[in-house]
C-alpha cells in the first residue's frame, strides 16, 4: 500500500535547450540594431525608427518562445511512499472483514 507525500515540481531544461534561442536572438537584435543605423545614416530617419521599433516588437516574441521552452520542460511528479505496518492496520482503504478482527478466536 502507498501512501501520498505530496507533489514534486521538477525543471528538465538544460542549457543545451534554450542556447539556440539566444544566439538566434542575439544575432537578430544586433543586425536589426546594425541596419537601423544605416539606414539611419543614409538620411532615413523615419525608416530607422520603424526597424528599431520592430526589434521592441520582436523581444516579446522571444519572451515567449522562451518561457514556453521553460514551461513544457516543468513536470509535477506525485510522490508515494510505502506505508509502514504500524500505519498499514489503521489505514482507511483497508477492508475490514470480520474474519480479521481479534475478537473471533
Not at 538566434?24 to 539606414?39: D, E, P
Not at 516574441?61 to 511512499?81: A, G, K, N, Q
Amino acid at each position: 500500500m502507498l501512501s501520498p507525500v505530496g507533489y514534486q515540481l521538477r525543471c528538465t531544461l538544460a542549457y543545451g535547450d534554450i542556447y539556440g534561442q539566444i544566439m538566434v536572438w542575439l544575432l537578430l537584435t544586433f543586425l536589426s540594431l546594425a541596419t537601423g543605423a544605416a539606414i539611419g545614416a543614409a538620411g532615413h530617419p523615419i525608416a530607422a525608427i520603424a526597424v528599431i521599433g520592430l526589434i521592441l516588437l520582436s523581444l516579446s516574441l522571444y519572451y515567449y518562445f522562451y518561457t514556453t521552452t521553460l514551461i513544457s520542460h516543468l513536470s509535477v511528479d506525485y510522490e508515494t511512499r510505502p506505508l509502514a505496518w504500524s500505519q498499514w492496520s489503521h489505514h482507511p482503504q483497508r477492508s475490514r472483514h470480520p474474519s480479521n478482527s481479534q475478537g473471533d478466536r
